[in-house]
């Protein structure tokens, strides 16, 4: 179950190889491309146009890369970054497959790094990496990112 606790996890709350299995998964709508397509004036037929999409090398309509990107960071904010102070980089951002419509993804991270501040003691960076998986397990995704956390006040 989860609870706000999630949100409020401090740099000292994590250690190097633990696993979070971000959930629940979300399976994605055409008003959720459409949406996201308008809104960041993402006009390219690929993402909208079914009868340019039959006519492409996956004869369907794709979903928006930068979509799949912002779902997959927004999976994992309760268990990475709810806390967070700011997210300081994302790195390595790998489209690993095609993400359709009616495709459910869901979502994985792995801590990498825990680094306290050596200036401000009060804070320190969390490394990890995500994975994303649409239905049919094949991973579609893959992102390492680092977020500025608190730490615990003793």
């Not at 696993?19 to 004036?41: E, I, M």
């Not at 690929?46 to 979509?67: C, M, P, R, W």
């Not at 951002?93 to 680094?115: C, M, Q, W, Y």
Request: with cysteine; hydrophobic share 40%; charged share 20%.
């Amino acid at each position: 179950m989860m609870g706000e606790t999630y949100y409020l996890r401090t740099l000292d709350d994590f250690a190097v190889g633990q696993v979070y299995k971000h959930y629940p998964p979300k399976t994605v709508t055409d008003s959720d491309n459409n949406l996201f397509c308008l809104l960041t004036w993402n006009h390219h037929p690929i993402h909208s146009d079914q009868e340019f999409a039959n006519k492409s090398a996956h004869g369907k309509i794709l979903v928006v890369g930068t979509y799949v990107l912002s779902l997959v960071v927004g999976m994992s904010v309760p268990h990475i970054s709810g806390a967070a102070i700011a997210n300081l980089e994302y790195e390595k951002v790998v489209h690993n497959g095609p993400v359709f419509i009616g495709d459910t993804i869901r979502a994985e991270s792995t801590v990498l790094e825990v680094k306290p501040s050596q200036k401000k003691t009060d804070r320190g960076v969390l490394y990890v990496e995500t994975v994303a998986f649409n239905q049919n397990d094949q991973k579609v995704l893959t992102l390492r990112r680092r977020v500025l956390l608190p730490r615990k006040i003793k």
